[in-house]
């Protein structure tokens, strides 16, 4: 469930590579030195507060010249080539975050990711003209710039924004405040509702890839925290439907999804491969699965505080789950261990 087939030709997602993103600041730099670029803005919002992609709204906000031109100065800012060169660029995983690392998504790989292409590329699906709908900024999730260079595909860049009461707390070098009337946005004044956003890109999203520089921001406008939920109660039913005869006192694992630390314990049940485990623990499998689980994972000294509580019965061949070990439980389902073995490193990531 985790994953959308993907639907759209090789030819048309462009590969990621430091060459790549850097090739996007050129046509940044030499657009604006042509002036061959249209800019759309947009806030990005929940209805009614629910924050799920189902409702995901935008509106449309007109912008004098200067403000246009910073989207494309942002844009450069963000990816100069010095940073990007220094930074590590990685497929986007739900359960890293590192420091110095650009990400990407093919958008085809997260239903959410997908749908808000979709939505956006779509005629019918038509933003707001009336600002009025974003009330006080508590339901707004972001700011979008639709950027068009002459003939390409055009690129969505997307912003962060707080409230002024928010923003003016940060001490931040440069960005922009503005304000909001009832259809752009203006320069200050004491009449309107005062909003910031800072100096760099937090993702933007070209040619069927979003290029990922702030992760949390990635999560927050795309409502990722409601698909990962989504997708960890399905794995998890299937795990009690598919694997009873493997997994014992699995039906105590809901709980796991609430109180402390749940955020955790959710994204490593949403990250599983239920097909994966299939093959792992079918009749064929089984026996070499737990033997590779005993001596690559149980019995490595590395592991032995990561696996704690993980109570693993090689003559049954059954894995108990306990509130104890859940995060070893989480861990062994999901892989991560038998990656990092597979590359002869012998630490849990």
Same mark, same amino acid.
């Given at each position: 469930?985790?994953?959308?087939?993907?639907?759209?030709?090789?030819?048309?997602?462009?590969?990621?590579?430091?060459?790549?993103?850097?090739?996007?600041?050129?046509?940044?730099?030499?657009?604006? *030195?042509?002036?061959?670029?249209?800019?759309?803005?947009?806030?990005?919002?929940?209805?009614?507060?629910?924050?799920?992609?189902?409702?995901?709204?935008?509106?449309?906000?007109?912008? @004098?010249?200067?403000?246009?031109?910073?989207?494309?100065?942002?844009?450069?800012?963000?990816?100069?080539?010095? *940073?990007?060169?220094?930074?590590?660029?990685?497929?986007?995983?739900?359960?890293?975050?590192?420091?110095?690392? %650009?990400?990407?998504?093919?958008?085809?790989?997260?239903?959410?990711?997908?749908?808000?292409?979709?939505?956006?590329?779509?005629?019918?699906?038509?933003?707001?003209?009336?600002?009025?709908?974003?009330?006080?900024?508590?339901?707004?999730?972001?700011?979008?710039? *639709?950027?068009?260079?002459?003939?390409?595909?055009?690129?969505?860049?997307?912003?962060?924004?707080?409230?002024?009461?928010?923003?003016?707390?940060?001490?931040?070098?440069?960005?922009?405040?503005?304000?909001?009337?009832?259809?752009?946005?203006?320069?200050?004044?004491?009449?309107?509702?005062?909003?910031?956003?800072?100096?760099?890109?937090?993702?933007?999203?070209?040619?069927?890839?979003?290029? %990922?520089?702030?992760?949390?921001?990635?999560?927050?406008?795309?409502?990722?925290?409601?698909?990962?939920?989504?997708?960890?109660?399905?794995?998890?039913?299937?795990?009690?439907? @598919?694997?009873?005869?493997?997994?014992?006192?699995?039906?105590?694992?809901?709980?796991?999804?609430?109180?402390?630390?749940?955020?955790?314990?959710?994204?490593?049940?949403?990250?599983?491969?239920?097909?994966?485990?299939?093959?792992?623990?079918?009749?064929?499998?089984?026996?070499?699965?737990?033997?590779? %689980?005993?001596?690559?994972?149980?019995?490595?000294?590395?592991?032995?505080?990561?696996?704690?509580?993980?109570?693993?019965?090689?003559?049954?061949?059954? %894995?108990?789950?306990?509130?104890?070990?859940?995060?070893?439980?989480?861990?062994?389902?999901?892989?991560?261990?038998?990656?990092?073995?597979?590359? *002869?490193? @012998?630490?849990?990531?």
């Amino acid at each position: 469930m985790n994953l959308v087939e993907n639907e759209e030709s090789k030819d048309e997602v462009k590969t990621v590579s430091a060459d790549s993103i850097n090739g996007d600041a050129e046509l940044f730099k030499k657009s604006l *030195k042509e002036n061959n670029y249209s800019v759309s803005f947009y806030f990005e919002y929940s209805k009614n507060g629910m924050n799920n992609m189902e409702n995901f709204a935008y509106a449309n906000a007109t912008l @004098d010249d200067d403000t246009s031109k910073s989207m494309l100065q942002r844009f450069i800012y963000t990816f100069k080539e010095s *940073k990007v060169n220094k930074n590590q660029i990685q497929k986007f995983d739900i359960l890293k975050n590192n420091r110095d690392t %650009i990400y990407y998504l093919n958008k085809n790989e997260r239903a959410n990711s997908k749908s808000l292409v979709k939505k956006l590329e779509d005629d019918n699906f038509v933003p707001s003209e009336d600002l009025t709908v974003l009330g006080n900024l508590e339901n707004v999730k972001g700011a979008i710039a *639709k950027v068009c260079i002459g003939t390409n595909s055009p690129y969505y860049l997307f912003m962060k924004v707080d409230n002024f009461n928010a923003f003016k707390k940060k001490r931040l070098s440069s960005g922009f405040m503005g304000n909001l009337t009832n259809d752009g946005v203006e320069k200050l004044d004491d009449n309107h509702l005062y909003f910031g956003i800072k100096n760099n890109i937090s993702f933007y999203y070209s040619q069927g890839v979003y290029i %990922i520089n702030t992760h949390s921001d990635f999560e927050k406008m795309l409502f990722l925290s409601s698909e990962y939920d989504a997708v960890a109660k399905d794995n998890i039913k299937h795990l009690k439907t @598919d694997f009873s005869n493997v997994f014992k006192n699995i039906d105590e694992i809901d709980k796991g999804l609430e109180g402390k630390s749940s955020s955790i314990f959710t994204r490593m049940m949403a990250r599983i491969s239920l097909d994966s485990l299939k093959e792992r623990f079918n009749e064929e499998n089984i026996q070499q699965t737990f033997n590779d %689980i005993d001596k690559e994972i149980i019995n490595n000294k590395k592991f032995h505080d990561s696996f704690k509580g993980l109570d693993i019965d090689k003559k049954d061949l059954t %894995i108990t789950y306990s509130e104890e070990g859940k995060f070893g439980f989480a861990a062994l389902l999901s892989d991560r261990p038998a990656r990092t073995i597979l590359l *002869k490193r @012998d630490f849990l990531e």
